[in-house]
């Protein structure tokens, strides 16, 4: 049973992914067809959409499959039907139209993509935590180097049980795990995954990711005040010192593209970095690479990550503001912290490392984008998708980890005269002399253009060192690991 | 009933149950949370009124700066298990009575008023608009707020900073 | 019926009382400001309602913004108040403030 | 942004950039390295502004015209357009070459002069706080040479007097440097207030505050006879109003009779400070917002300009003879040559007077910087009766502070003397002359007919053509001036030499008068090289390197399109015709003061104090008041703070004697009456109600005293419930 659990489980893990990518590819595609179907059948049919609450009815979009299977309309998004498919779709285009369903669908998404890659990255945070230790890791639930680890112990924590402490606000106590998480959750509303997947591409989304993550500190002060624990207290005192303070060099770093770009849209942000690796925000000038060394350094001491993990210190507070939690609402916790720390990557990949966009310059593949099916596919692997940003998103979130396990935590008064007194500062400065740059150097002219290819070469040069890095440690691994661990690995 | 008819009564619920919060909670802690409700849902009613911006500096300044202030001021001034500061059953009366009495005639105003409304229009980029406004029309408040903002920095560290150094002398207490 | 400026007046006046109700019975300074912050956010509310319904035009939604950071301004400086008020006195109790002198 | 605006630009922001530097890790840097760091930076801005001035050179009036670009918009406040740029002309780019050069010297200076200073407080050394307050201040400095409106004028203004206020109380721990601090802070604030009311009309009348902008809409208001010509205010017009409360800034900054107290009191901050601030750059700022306002001056407004500068030079000239500490002397010479320019800004000598102010930076700083070299050598010893013979020791000090000294006094060979008329002198030889050559002109002068009364009226500007006929009806004329603003400044123009010599003198020549001073005498080589280099610029600034650009910048009366070009050509024309003229017939009336002057301190104090003590006691009602310094600062002390106590006074008075009076009288009245209607009326029935009023109002009290006893919540109960009375008001009846 075991061997062949052990042969199966990867290509498990492989299916595993791949289902995940299919099932949230399939709405989306269903979304375009209702889409464009509007489009069409206003078009073909003299058929007046009237704005946004236009509905089709059901007639409406049988006919038009028909249509469609007929030949006499453009096909929509390049998706052709069967007739028995065309039968069971009509139902799912018609409720499709309704924004209601697609919130409820993006909510699905969100609160679907946050567990998964929460447990993904508690997975993969042991893996990388071992292997810089010269550890294997979880190498046994799920077989293939214990990919279901995570999910034997998010079931062992449901099932645990609910500790609740007598001498605890029972309200707020119950209260500040949902607090903490909801607005963890609530980033992604305005976090765009690509141009189309987004749930609301608000006008103000930077900020009001912003203010999630603003919001999202009562939780943990509430947690803290609540377990009525003198650590716990501590911890959550830390957290709001550390919190209110990094907020402004991160907002500072973060005016800096947008003095850039002179908008707090995302997805225009992102659809600015279209252009292939050069046209990425952080190689446009100097000031914007150093923006965004200190959004990234901001945003880990924002997402209480080490080095500035101090709210959760576990050799001095034993483990901060969720001592006293147990069971799922210590999880809770924990998916507000891994959600967090995503947003922090994906945000740092739109605003200044080409969002949802490949190093490619995006229009080399503007045919395939409305090609078929297998084209458009191609297209989302290789020039722009969702796959690209959360692929960004989970490096950044690797460096994170890296970080963490590399650095020693700092003090407390370290923490605020980094912030007050290096961080602060910079970004202030940063911000002046981009707004210089801007406002003097034209994009085209010779100094702006070899301040592009200078800052383009050094981020280039950046990514090939990590590539090379990671290639000469998984050629060596034998080597690397440790000798104690090395007949365990995989294949040994 | 419309979309946004539904969302508005359940953010006027929402906003309206959080003040209520406010009103019974005794624990003070709890009177916080009740007032990070009623900041959350007016922050979501500006955004249905399609005042995204101020929407979300509401979450960002009130929610994420203010009430965390207040918290904080809560944790080191008050104890989870020290006195409760509880009003006299007198002065409640009377303070319910005079609030009770002032919602009833504000109702009633508020009823009777044939209010001249316009149809609301959307602004195309409503946050270039507040930019504009802010640096244009209103520059002077804005700058007079960018002064206050630095005085209540220096005046709060300074009233927040240990006795000691709040004379002149150098001698340090505590 | 549509969603209209009433609608949002008597929210707003809602809020304002329950603020009220807060600042007069809650004896503990940061209740206090609490009620303050309610009765602020009734007013944004009702300037934004009315720079909507009524005017048409975003002066209100300045005005609520000033209020905004206003209100962030007078937290700072009331915590800081209320840390040496704590100091001095051992207690947030604001009824023990009453003696007028330094 | 042409490269001459650009240098410039990069000139002013220099200085900002080690002001950061300084103010962030100033500490760090430490002792000397962060001084260098602010002289390297004032250093660059030198080399920019000679580059900016050698290519300004070598450009035509089209260049010229070409190299100024467009203002960039700020801000629109209420429908005007606040627009900021670099108002470049010849005037611009020779101040601010002037006072990067000295900046750039007296900072070398100062990081000898700091350096030998225990400057601890609480263990911490403030020495690059010096540095870091010197950068800010060249900073400002140099924004203000470059503003071209007057918003961005005043802002720097502002920030100049920051600078100069903090760096007077530098040595915040001693309680007179803080007090003159505040001292020149707040006397600064007198005349600032004058400033804001003036750019308050400004933008009220003329609703532009750019400098071209307004000249233009001045000139305009004149010819179409707006309000600010029409209108008058105490027998006054409106614009003369205007021009007098802008020149309100310049008496508080130039220390200009009334204000002139702070300045003596400033040089409590350390020497290179007052070198720099308080006698070459800030002070001369006062003379540069003139001659920037100096279209925007009425004749009326002009003769209160040049009345002020004459009380100015008199009071301050004549102070400086009595006194005995080297700075108090300096500051009062520093007043007296300020209150010169002014003269000359009020008679309409334009040129001289900026010409006067580039000569005098030069050889003040020069003088000043030698003082301090004298203090710092004889261990911070500041009173010349104690000096006495530090040639010996100080040889190169000893004759920099001379050339200053003949400068300030004016020695040059008249030119009548010379074959063609081609004068030789020192700085101030050409300049104050030449100031008073423009006043006795313009009280003796010959009318050469309406064309050539005003500086540049020879123009080629079709357009000024056109309006040289309102330029002559507005600008002063010939014979128009009382001789009283020429003979006043020509009798003082013997006092400069003499109290200058008395300085000298007393400080370097004759015996050490005491020894321990003078046995510890030295002098330090990073200190003396500065000066060295400003006596060198001292000879240098003469007639042939200033005049001309000052000439090149100098205004045509409401001519706004061009400042350069025709209109200046026929302006230096005029000007130097003028001086030219009056030299000649000044040579024999003012030519010889100096030496008058220089042969009357000789004979004085050749011999020591003893002679001068003689005629101090033989005319003693003059030293006294003279010591007294006129009885300003009593004056004030009686007048400002004695007035506000005497107005306490009164108010007292009023309330105590009318107000109470009032109150009583009806009292007693009521008391009166109601004592009458209880004789009528049956008292038990009365009895019994008033005592049911009585207890009733009793209770109530007690009712609405009790929660009065400082609870908030209360408080905001009471308030709930007038408001719910008022709602309910509304609402219900």
């Given at each position: 049973?075991?061997?062949?659990?052990?042969?199966?489980?990867?290509?498990i893990?492989l299916i595993?992914v791949?289902?995940i990518?299919v099932?949230a590819w399939?709405p989306?595609?269903?979304?375009?067809?209702?889409?464009?179907?509007?489009?069409?059948?206003?078009r073909?049919?003299?058929?007046?959409?009237?704005?946004?609450?236009?509905t089709?009815?059901?007639?409406?979009?049988?006919?038009?499959?028909e249509?469609s299977?007929?030949g006499?309309?453009?096909p929509?998004?390049?998706?052709r039907f069967g007739?028995?498919?065309?039968?069971?779709?009509?139902?799912?285009?018609?409720?499709?139209?309704?924004r209601?369903?697609?919130?409820?669908l993006?909510?699905?998404?969100?609160?679907?993509?946050?567990?998964l890659f929460?447990m993904?990255?508690i997975?993969?945070?042991?893996?990388?935590?071992?292997?810089m230790?010269s550890?294997l890791?979880p190498?046994?639930?799920?077989g293939?180097?214990g990919?279901?680890q995570?999910?034997?112990?998010?079931i062992?924590?449901?099932?645990?049980?609910d500790?609740?402490?007598a001498?605890?606000?029972?309200?707020?106590?119950r209260m500040a795990?949902?607090?903490?998480?909801?607005?963890?959750?609530?980033?992604f509303?305005?976090?765009?995954?690509?141009a189309?997947?987004?749930?609301?591409d608000l006008?103000?989304?930077?900020i009001?990711?912003?203010a999630?993550?603003?919001v999202?500190v009562?939780?943990v002060?509430?947690?803290?005040?609540?377990?009525?624990?003198k650590?716990s207290?501590?911890?959550?005192m830390?957290?709001?010192c550390q919190?209110?303070?990094?907020?402004?060099?991160l907002g500072f770093?973060?005016?800096?593209?947008?003095?850039?770009?002179?908008?707090?849209?995302?997805?225009?942000?992102?659809?600015?970095?279209?252009?292939?690796?050069?046209?990425w925000l952080?190689?446009?000038?100097p000031?914007?690479?150093a923006a965004?060394l200190i959004f990234?350094i901001a945003?880990l001491?924002?997402?209480?990550?080490?080095?500035?993990?101090l709210?959760?210190?576990?050799?001095e507070?034993?483990?901060?503001?969720?001592?006293?939690?147990?069971?799922?609402?210590?999880?809770?916790?924990?998916?507000?912290?891994?959600?967090e720390?995503?947003?922090?990557g994906?945000?740092?990949?739109?605003?200044?490392f080409?969002a949802w966009?490949?190093?490619?310059?995006?229009?080399w593949?503007?045919?395939w984008?409305?090609?078929?099916l297998w084209?458009?596919?191609?297209?989302?692997?290789v020039?722009?998708g969702?796959?690209?940003l959360?692929?960004k998103?989970?490096?950044?979130?690797?460096?994170?980890?890296?970080?963490?396990?590399?650095?020693?935590?700092?003090?407390?008064?370290?923490?605020?005269y980094a912030?007050?007194?290096?961080?602060?500062?910079?970004?202030?400065l940063?911000?002046?002399a981009?707004?210089?740059?801007?406002?003097q150097?034209?994009?085209?002219?010779?100094?702006?253009?070899?301040?592009?290819?200078?800052?383009?070469?050094?981020?280039?040069?950046?990514?090939?060192?990590?590539?090379?890095?990671g290639?000469?440690?998984?050629?060596?691994?034998?080597?690397?690991?440790?000798?104690?661990?090395?007949?365990?690995?995989?294949?040994a | 009933?419309s979309g946004?008819?539904?969302?508005?009564?359940?953010?006027?619920?929402?906003?309206?149950?959080s003040?209520?919060g406010?009103?019974?909670?005794?624990?003070?802690?709890?009177?916080a949370?009740?007032l990070?409700?009623?900041l959350?849902a007016?922050a979501?009613l500006?955004?249905?009124?399609?005042a995204?911006f101020?929407?979300v500096?509401?979450l960002i300044?009130?929610?994420?700066?203010?009430?965390?202030?207040?918290?904080?001021?809560?944790?080191?001034t008050s104890r989870m298990?020290g006195?409760?500061?509880k009003?006299?059953?007198?002065e409640?009366?009377?303070?319910?009575l005079?609030?009770?009495?002032?919602?009833a005639g504000l109702?009633a105003?508020?009823?009777r008023?044939?209010w001249?409304?316009v149809?609301?229009t959307?602004?195309?980029?409503?946050?270039?608009a507040?930019g504009?406004?802010?640096?244009g029309?209103y520059?002077v408040?804005?700058?007079?707020a960018?002064?206050?903002?630095l005085?209540?920095?220096?005046?709060?560290a300074?009233?927040?900073?240990?006795?000691?150094r709040?004379?002149?002398?150098t001698?340090?207490?505590? | 019926?549509t969603?209209?400026?009433?609608h949002?007046?008597?929210?707003?006046a809602?809020?304002?009382?329950?603020?009220?109700?807060?600042?007069?019975t809650?004896?503990?300074?940061?209740?206090i400001?609490?009620g303050?912050?309610?009765v602020?956010?009734a007013?944004?509310?009702?300037?934004?309602?009315f720079?909507r319904?009524?005017?048409?035009?975003i002066?209100?939604q300045?005005a609520?913004?000033?209020i905004?950071?206003?209100?962030?301004?007078?937290?700072?400086?009331?915590?800081?108040?209320?840390?040496?008020?704590?100091?001095?006195?051992?207690t947030?109790?604001?009824d023990?403030?009453?003696?007028?002198r330094? | 942004?042409?490269?001459?605006?650009l240098?410039l630009?990069?000139?002013?922001?220099?200085?900002l950039?080690s002001?950061?530097?300084?103010?962030?890790v100033?500490s760090?840097?430490g002792?000397?390295?962060?001084?260098w760091v602010?002289?390297l930076?004032?250093?660059?801005?030198?080399?920019l502004?000679?580059v900016?001035?050698?290519?300004?050179?070598?450009l035509?009036a089209a260049g010229?015209?070409a190299a100024r670009?467009?203002p960039v918009?700020?801000?629109t406040?209420?429908?005007m357009?606040?627009?900021?740029?670099?108002?470049?002309?010849?005037l611009?780019?020779?101040?601010?070459f002037?006072v990067?050069?000295?900046?750039?010297?007296?900072?070398?200076?100062s990081?000898g002069?700091m350096?030998?200073?225990?400057?601890?407080?609480?263990?911490?050394?403030?020495?690059?706080r010096?540095?870091t307050?010197?950068s800010?201040?060249?900073?400002?400095?140099?924004?203000?040479?470059?503003?071209?409106s007057?918003?961005l004028?005043?802002?720097?203004?502002?920030?100049?007097g920051?600078?100069s206020?903090?760096?007077i109380?530098?040595?915040?721990?001693?309680?007179s440097?803080?007090d003159?601090g505040?001292?020149a802070?707040?006397?600064?604030?007198?005349?600032?207030f004058?400033?804001?009311?003036?750019?308050?009309?400004?933008?009220?009348f003329?609703?532009?505050?750019?400098?071209?902008?307004a000249a233009?809409k001045?000139h305009?208001?004149?010819m179409?006879?707006?309000p600010l010509?029409?209108?008058?205010?105490c027998?006054?017009?409106?614009?003369?109003?205007m021009g007098?409360l802008l020149f309100?800034?310049?008496i508080?900054?130039s220390a200009?009779?009334?204000?002139?107290?702070w300045?003596?009191?400033?040089?409590?901050?350390p020497t290179?400070?007052?070198?720099?601030i308080?006698a070459?750059?800030?002070v001369?700022?006062g003379?540069?917002?003139?001659?920037?306002?100096f279209?925007?001056?009425?004749?009326?407004?002009?003769?209160?300009?040049?009345?002020?500068?004459?009380?100015?030079?008199t009071l301050?000239?004549?102070?400086a003879?009595?006194?005995?500490?080297i700075?108090?002397?300096l500051?009062?010479s520093?007043i007296?040559?300020l209150?010169?320019?002014m003269l000359?800004?009020g008679?309409?000598?334009?040129?001289a007077a900026?010409?006067?102010?580039l000569?005098?930076?030069?050889?003040?700083a020069?003088?000043?910087?030698g003082?301090g070299?004298?203090i710092?050598?004889?261990?911070?010893e500041?009173?010349?009766?104690?000096?006495?013979?530090?040639?010996?020791?100080?040889?190169?000090?000893?004759v920099?502070f001379?050339v200053?000294?003949l400068?300030?006094?004016g020695v040059?060979?008249?030119a009548?003397?010379?074959p063609?008329h081609?004068?030789?002198?020192?700085g101030g030889y050409f300049?104050?002359?030449?100031?008073l050559?423009?006043?006795?002109h313009?009280?003796?002068g010959?009318?050469?007919g309406?064309?050539e009364?005003a500086?540049g009226?020879?123009?080629?500007?079709?357009?000024s053509?056109?309006?040289?006929a309102?330029a002559a009806?507005l600008?002063?004329e010939?014979?128009?001036?009382n001789?009283?603003?020429?003979?006043i400044?020509?009798?003082?123009?013997?006092?400069?030499p003499?109290?200058?010599m008395?300085?000298w003198?007393?400080?370097?020549m004759?015996?050490?008068?005491?020894?321990?001073?003078?046995?510890?005498a030295?002098?330090?080589?990073?200190?003396?090289?500065?000066?060295?280099v400003?006596a060198?610029?001292?000879?240098?600034?003469?007639?042939?390197?200033?005049?001309?650009?000052?000439?090149a910048?100098?205004?045509?009366p409401?001519?706004?399109?061009?400042?350069?070009?025709?209109?200046?050509?026929?302006?230096?024309?005029?000007?130097t015709?003028?001086?030219?003229g009056?030299?000649?017939a000044?040579?024999?009336?003012?030519?010889?003061?100096?030496a008058?002057?220089?042969?009357?301190?000789?004979l004085?104090y050749?011999?020591?104090?003893?002679v001068?003590?003689?005629?101090?006691?033989a005319?003693?009602?003059?030293?006294?008041?003279?010591?007294?310094?006129?009885?300003?600062?009593?004056l004030?002390?009686?007048?400002l703070?004695g007035g506000?106590?005497?107005?306490?006074?009164?108010?007292?008075a009023?309330?105590?004697f009318?107000?109470?009076?009032l109150v009583?009288l009806?009292a007693?009245?009521?008391?009166?009456l109601s004592?009458f209607?209880g004789?009528?009326v049956?008292?038990?029935?009365?009895?019994?109600?008033?005592?049911g009023?009585?207890?009733g109002?009793w209770t109530?009290?007690?009712?609405?005293?009790?929660?009065?006893?400082?609870?908030?919540r209360n408080y905001?109960?009471?308030?709930a419930?007038?408001?719910?009375v008022?709602v309910?008001w509304?609402?219900?009846?």
């Open positions: 049973m075991g061997s062949i659990l052990r042969k199966v489980a990867f290509p893990f595993g791949a289902a990518i099932i399939v989306a595609l269903l979304y375009g067809t209702v889409d464009s179907m509007r489009d069409d059948l206003g073909f049919y003299k058929w007046e959409p009237r704005g946004e609450h236009a089709l009815t059901l007639d409406n979009i049988r006919q038009y499959l249509g299977i007929a006499q309309s453009a929509a998004a390049h998706i007739r028995s498919t065309a039968a069971a779709c009509t139902y799912v285009l018609w409720l499709l139209q309704f209601i369903t697609r919130d409820v993006a909510v699905v998404g969100v609160v679907g993509f946050v567990s929460a993904f990255a997975w993969w945070e042991r893996k990388v935590a071992a292997r230790q550890r890791g190498m046994r639930v799920g293939w180097h990919w279901a995570s999910l034997a112990d998010g062992k924590l449901l099932q645990k049980e500790i609740f402490i001498g605890a606000d029972p309200v707020l106590f795990a949902y607090v903490a998480f909801i607005p963890a959750l609530g980033l509303i305005a976090l765009p995954f690509s189309a997947w987004i749930a609301r006008d103000v989304g930077l009001f990711i912003l999630m993550y603003g999202g009562l939780g002060l509430i947690a803290g005040w609540a377990s009525n624990n650590w207290m501590f911890g959550a830390r957290e709001a919190m209110i303070s990094y907020e402004i060099p770093a973060l005016l800096v593209p947008i003095m850039t770009v002179g908008t707090l849209r995302l997805t225009t942000i992102g659809d600015l970095q279209s252009g292939g690796f050069q046209t952080a190689f446009r000038n000031f914007l690479l965004a990234f945003a001491a924002s997402c209480k990550r080490a080095p500035f993990d709210p959760e210190a576990e050799s507070l034993v483990a901060g503001f969720h001592t006293e939690y147990s069971g799922f609402r210590w999880a809770l916790f924990f998916f507000a912290e891994y959600a720390m995503f947003a922090a994906a945000l740092a990949a739109i605003l200044f080409g966009y490949s190093p490619l310059p995006a229009a593949g503007e045919s984008r409305h090609g078929p084209q458009q596919a191609l297209h989302g692997v020039f722009s969702p796959l690209w959360i692929g998103g989970i490096f950044f979130v690797y460096v994170q980890m890296w970080l963490r396990w590399t650095l020693p935590r700092v003090r407390l008064d370290q923490v605020m912030c007050v007194q290096v961080m602060l500062p910079l970004a202030m940063v911000l002046l981009n707004t210089f740059w801007e406002w150097v034209r994009d085209r002219s010779v100094l702006g253009t070899v301040a592009n290819l200078v800052c383009t070469a050094v981020g280039a040069a950046a990514v090939l060192a990590i590539i090379g890095v290639l000469y440690g998984f050629i060596n691994r034998r080597r690397l690991v440790g000798t104690q661990v090395v007949k365990h690995l995989p294949g | 009933m946004e008819a539904i969302a508005f009564y359940m953010l006027a619920v929402l906003a309206a149950g003040a209520l406010c009103v019974i909670a005794t624990n003070i802690v709890r009177m949370l009740c990070l409700g009623t959350g007016v979501l500006y955004f249905l009124m399609a995204n101020l929407g500096i509401q300044v009130y929610a994420g700066g203010t009430l965390i202030l207040i918290v904080f001021g809560i944790m080191v298990y006195e409760k500061l009003p006299r059953r007198s409640a009366l009377i303070g319910a005079v609030v009770l009495a002032l919602f109702v105003i508020l009823w008023g044939p001249v409304t149809v609301p959307e602004q195309p980029n409503s946050v270039a507040i504009q406004a802010l640096l029309t520059l408040p804005f700058e007079l960018s002064v206050l903002l005085a209540v920095m220096i005046g709060a300074y009233l927040a900073q240990p006795a000691a709040n004379g002149r002398g001698e340090r207490e505590e | 019926m969603i209209g400026l009433t949002y007046l008597i929210l707003a809602l809020l304002f009382c329950c603020g009220l109700f807060v600042m007069t809650k004896r503990n300074a940061v209740g400001l609490i303050v912050e309610l602020l956010n007013a944004c509310l009702n300037l934004v309602a720079s319904y009524r005017v048409g035009t002066d209100g300045i609520a913004l000033f905004i950071v206003l209100a962030a301004a007078e937290a700072a400086v009331a915590i800081a108040i209320f840390v040496n008020y704590y100091r001095m006195l051992a947030i109790d604001a023990k403030g009453d003696e007028l330094g | 942004m042409s490269t001459i605006e240098l630009i990069t000139g002013v922001l220099l200085p950039a002001f950061v530097l300084l103010a962030f100033g760090k840097l002792k000397p390295a962060s001084g602010a002289v930076a004032m250093a660059a801005s030198c080399v502004a000679m900016a001035l050698v290519q300004w050179q070598g035509d010229r015209a670009s467009a918009l700020w801000a406040l209420g429908g357009p606040i627009k900021f740029g670099v108002n470049l002309d010849s611009t780019l020779i101040m601010f002037m990067t050069f000295v900046s750039t010297w007296i900072f070398v200076f990081v002069y350096a030998g200073h225990s400057d601890e407080i609480d263990g911490v050394s403030k020495f690059h010096f540095f307050y010197l800010l201040f060249g900073f400002s400095m140099l924004l203000l040479v470059i503003a071209d007057l918003l004028l005043f802002i720097a203004w502002e920030l100049v920051v600078c206020y903090l760096l109380g530098y040595y915040f721990h001693k309680k440097a803080s003159a505040i001292k802070f707040v006397t600064n604030r007198v005349g600032d004058g400033f804001i009311i003036g750019l308050g009309m400004v933008v009220l003329l609703g532009d505050l750019s400098l071209a902008g233009e001045f305009h208001e004149f179409a006879g707006g010509f029409s209108r008058t205010f027998g006054l017009s409106l614009a003369t109003w007098m309100c800034g310049a508080g900054k200009q009779f009334p204000l002139h107290v300045l003596p009191d400033a040089m409590e901050g290179p400070v007052s070198a720099l308080h070459a750059t800030m001369a700022a003379v540069y917002l003139t001659a920037r306002i279209v925007l001056l009425t004749p009326e407004a002009q003769q209160f300009v040049a009345t002020i500068g004459c009380i100015t030079l301050a000239a004549l102070v003879i009595v006194q005995t500490d700075k108090k002397v500051a009062y520093t007296s040559q209150g010169y320019m000359g800004m008679v309409g000598a334009w040129i900026l010409f006067h102010l000569a005098h930076a030069f050889f003040k020069l003088m000043f910087l003082s070299q004298v710092e050598g004889c261990h911070h500041q009173d010349m009766r104690k000096m006495g013979g530090l040639i010996r020791k100080m040889p190169v000090t000893a920099t001379l200053g000294v400068a300030i006094a040059g060979i008249p009548v003397w010379m063609g081609t004068p030789f002198g020192l300049s104050k002359d030449e100031i050559a423009v006043a006795w313009r009280v003796y010959e009318n050469h309406e064309n009364v500086p009226a020879e123009i080629q500007n079709p357009k053509r056109i309006h040289n309102e009806a600008r002063p010939p014979r128009t001036l001789p009283l603003l020429f003979w400044p020509v009798l003082m123009a013997y006092v400069t003499f109290y200058m008395r300085c003198w007393l400080t370097f004759g015996k050490p008068r005491d020894h321990h001073v003078h046995e510890h030295h002098e330090s080589p990073l200190m003396y090289v500065p000066l060295v400003l060198l610029g001292t000879f240098v600034s003469s007639y042939y390197l200033f005049r001309p650009l000052v000439a910048a100098a205004p045509h409401f001519l706004t399109v061009s400042y350069d070009g025709a209109a200046a050509e026929a302006a230096e024309a005029h000007a015709m003028i001086s030219h009056a030299h000649a000044l040579a024999t009336r003012v030519g010889l003061a100096f008058v002057g220089f042969v009357l301190a000789w004085i050749r011999k020591g104090l003893a001068g003590e003689k005629l101090a006691v005319l003693k009602p003059a030293y006294t008041v003279l010591v007294h310094k006129f009885y300003f600062d009593e004030y002390g009686f007048v703070i506000t106590m005497a107005l306490n006074a009164i108010s007292y009023f309330d105590k009318v107000v109470d009076g009583n009806s007693f009245v009521t008391e009166r004592w209607s004789m009528i049956d008292q038990g029935v009365v009895d019994g109600m008033v005592n009023v009585g207890r109002t109530l009290g007690g009712l609405v005293r009790s929660p009065q006893v400082g609870r908030i905001i109960l009471f308030a419930t007038g408001v719910a008022v309910l509304i609402a219900f009846v």
